[in-house]
């Protein structure tokens, strides 16, 4: 007798091939087949993705799901539940897939309403060739009949899916995108966007040809001035590079530093003198380095030993006399294509005309990414053999969206590009406009939106944005791209050219906060083993009251008749804050008696970064002119969770119960208290976290400038009274992450969350 399972499974096969046996063509056959599984096995909903390549699926047919929504969703391998199934050629049943966490919401599909799910892997050649998937609208628990049921469905879909007809179906589509396989490489993006340029090939690092020298003195010579030119001109390419804002700021200004520094030139320099060329002599001292640090699980010091290895292969260039440059290509429209490639490197060209970036051997976290990504160049990475492929001068396009790169692209998706990189600029036409209209939500609530700054170059945001202020000075910026801790003249020099670029826009400095991640090249931490959680921020400057002095001295000088906001980082208790805050106030004090012109208002206020100062916010909040929420680092604290750790940046999500329910409490207690209050970590600069904080009562963000047009247009499309109904509501769920709930909502309510 056959089992249930069978029986079952046998009576749809029966229908299926009714089906495939059919006259209608392929997409048809496939949708009818999509209603039929979904009937027999009770779902609400049921879908066949298809494995365009190794690396993706796109969805084919479904039943249930958006109509129309074929050929518009596509996954990772790895990515969702579907593309989970795909990786580990593996069924997967759940009960709710909101609550998974490899759950990936795709709005195309409107899978909104769907809760279980089951997938299963069509295999051929004991590889998956696409998924078939079911969904309910209620929570349920696949059975293992079930699945059996579904796999045994999946293994006649798959021959469908090997057929001719489908060969031939998949090619059809091909034509009708206009891309022909070959000039199509899959990669992964490293930096979304759109470009379309003539190949430039960056140059590979040269071998060192000669080992030992002969003439020891001429060597040193040699060193010495490739040494002193390689500076010089990063000074200038620096200098005449306006960057913008941001975290490629500070890798640039370290990266410059990794250049100057003096103990890595004496190490070459000994080199020579124990009879190297300069050239070997590099290379020896860049292998010392490696030999010590290559083991080493710290992120930081693993991507200070990319900077020397970059850094090491500029000076060899200088050395051999090949300093890199644009050669045989004449075009405004650039793709520059490299192995791999360090962070000033891309400063070699002139980056106005780099229309995109290919690095064969690139990661996500390669400072080159971060760079190319604050200078909108799209980029795609990790495509084997491509180096060697592209020639110089060959047209390009790069889907930094998708991961693609094109080959001397048809005119086809030529054509397609130009509208994708119009697309683009309209989109950043619509967010420089936005510069004119006020910062205000659909049903009238103003918004302040401030920025972020640390170096000169953010200074530029101030007047591009038309922000309503300055909501954080990383004061700790200057101090790092300093060759030492500069005195009162130098930093009040830097703090008054910020007061002065303001003008009446209000300013809020916050007091050195290094240690950590923020390393000053001038003063040892001493190897701490937790340095997130250890001598750091207000900790340092209360130890070493000197520094803190001269500082807020700084500050006090710098603000003269003007307001002067200044904040404390890192405070953990009240008498933490009472101790700075009397510091300011005393030299204060001082500054009156030596008869300096001082502020007309000074307001203290302290970051709210630590989870024990939450707690104590009833005895703070009276003492505080305003307080401000560092949510990288109160995350960080509070799900015990080291904020540069790339293996858990998905694992936990400040979109979640625990922690906007802390976020209102802040914001609750600062209203009652009547205490400004405003948000100045990353989540104020993410569109959709910012719309979570606005609908808990936060009416004042700060952001990089960066981010600064895209939640402005945020403000501009929301209803803080209904968001406000629904973050509120939402704060019940235990849920591991609400996000897609609030994207749901944002695309629902059609706010703007790009
Ligand atoms: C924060 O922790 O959120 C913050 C703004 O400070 P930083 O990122 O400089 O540590
Ligand atoms: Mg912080």
């Not at 009576?11 to 209603?35: S, Y």
């Not at 799901?65 to 989970?84: C, Y």
């Not at 090939?201 to 040699?222: G, N, P, T, Y």
């Not at 994708?420 to 939500?441: D, F, G, M, N, Y």
Request: charged letters at 30%.
């Amino acid at each position: 007798m056959k089992s249930p399972a069978i029986n079952k499974a046998m009576d749809i096969l029966r229908q299926l091939r009714g089906i495939t046996e059919g006259q209608d063509n392929l997409p048809v056959k496939l949708d009818k087949i999509m209603a039929l599984i979904a009937s027999s096995m009770n779902a609400d909903a049921a879908a066949c993705y298809i494995a365009v390549d190794d690396t993706y699926l796109e969805l084919f047919a479904s039943h249930g799901f958006n109509p129309g929504a074929a050929h518009k969703v596509s996954l990772r391998f790895g990515e969702g539940l579907v593309g989970e199934v795909a990786k580990n050629n593996r069924s997967l049943a759940v009960a709710d897939a909101w609550k998974h966490p490899k759950f990936s919401y795709k709005p195309e599909l409107g899978e909104e309403e769907f809760k279980s799910f089951a997938g299963v892997p069509l295999i051929r050649w004991n590889r998956a060739i696409g998924v078939l998937v079911l969904q309910g609208r209620e929570p349920h628990e696949y059975s293992r009949m079930e699945i059996e049921i579904l796999e045994t469905v999946a293994m006649v879909l798959s021959e469908l899916v090997s057929s001719e007809e489908m060969a031939e179906y998949k090619k059809s589509l091909i034509k009708e995108r206009g891309i022909t396989e070959k000039e199509k490489h899959k990669g992964i993006s490293l930096s979304k966007g759109y470009g379309l340029g003539n190949a430039v090939i960056h140059r590979r690092r040269q071998a060192v040809s000669k080992i030992f020298a002969e003439d020891k003195e001429a060597e040193l010579h040699k060193l010495e001035k490739a040494h002193q030119q390689m500076n010089e001109d990063l000074d200038e390419k620096f200098a005449s590079t306006k960057l913008g804002i941001g975290e490629h700021v500070d890798i640039l200004d370290a990266y410059r530093m990794f250049a100057k520094d003096k103990g890595w030139y004496k190490k070459i320099a000994d080199n020579v003198q124990s009879g190297l060329t300069a050239e070997a002599a590099v290379e020896r001292a860049y292998e010392d380095m490696w030999n010590r640090l290559s083991g080493t699980t710290d992120t930081y010091l693993k991507e200070r030993l990319h900077d020397l290895r970059d850094v090491a292969d500029r000076l060899q260039s200088y050395l051999s006399g090949d300093v890199g440059s644009i050669k045989g290509v004449d075009s405004n429209d650039i793709v520059v294509v490299a192995q791999t490639m360090g962070p000033a490197d891309l400063m070699d060209y002139d980056y106005s005309k780099i229309r995109g970036l290919i690095i064969e051997d690139g990661t996500p976290t390669m400072h080159v990414a971060i760079v190319a990504k604050a200078l909108n160049i799209p980029v795609v990475a990790k495509i084997r053999g491509i180096f060697d492929e592209i020639k110089t001068g060959e047209l390009l396009g790069v889907d930094g969206t998708e991961g693609y790169v094109y080959i001397n692209p048809t005119a086809a998706v030529k054509e397609k590009f130009q509208d994708k990189i119009a697309a683009q600029e309209e989109l950043k036409r619509k967010l420089a406009e936005l510069r004119k209209l006020p910062s205000k939500t659909k049903d009238g609530v103003r918004i302040n939106l401030a920025i972020n700054v640390g170096l000169a170059f953010d200074l530029d945001y101030i007047e591009t944005t038309n922000c309503d202020g300055i909501g954080l000075y990383r004061t700790e910026i200057p101090f790092m791209t300093s060759d030492v801790m500069p005195n009162v003249e130098r930093q009040l020099s830097y703090y008054k050219e910020l007061m002065d670029r303001a003008g009446q826009k209000k300013v809020i400095f916050r007091s050195l906060d290094v240690g950590s991640d923020k390393l000053l090249p001038y003063w040892s931490f001493g190897g701490e083993e937790n340095p997130a959680i250890g001598w750091r921020s207000i900790r340092i400057t209360l130890d070493r009251r000197a520094i803190l002095r001269k500082q807020v001295r700084a500050f006090l000088r710098s603000a003269a008749g003007k307001e002067l906001n200044v904040m404390f980082p890192m405070i953990t208790n009240l008498a933490e804050f009472e101790e700075a805050k009397e510091t300011l106030m005393l030299e204060l004090e001082k500054e009156k008696r030596r008869g300096e012109p001082v502020p007309s208002k000074v307001n203290v206020g302290l970051m709210i970064e630590v989870p024990a100062v939450v707690f104590q916010l009833d005895s703070i909040l009276p003492q505080a002119d305003f307080i401000s929420v560092g949510t990288n680092d109160l995350a960080q604290f509070t799900f015990a969770c080291d904020r540069g750790n790339p293996k858990l940046t998905e694992r936990y999500d400040v979109l979640s119960s625990p922690f906007l329910t802390m976020m209102k409490e802040i914001v609750t207690k600062a209203d009652k208290y009547g205490v400004y209050c405003s948000v100045c970590g990353e989540m104020g600069g993410n569109p959709i976290e910012a719309m979570a904080l606005i609908g808990l009562g936060y009416r004042n963000l700060s952001m990089s400038g960066s981010s600064f047009g895209r939640v402005k247009s945020m403000v501009r499309s929301m209803n803080v009274a209904e968001v406000s109904d629904y973050v509120n509501n939402l704060l019940k769920s235990s849920k591991r992450t609400l996000r897609p709930q609030l994207i749901a909502y944002a695309y629902d309510h059609g706010i703007e969350i790009y």
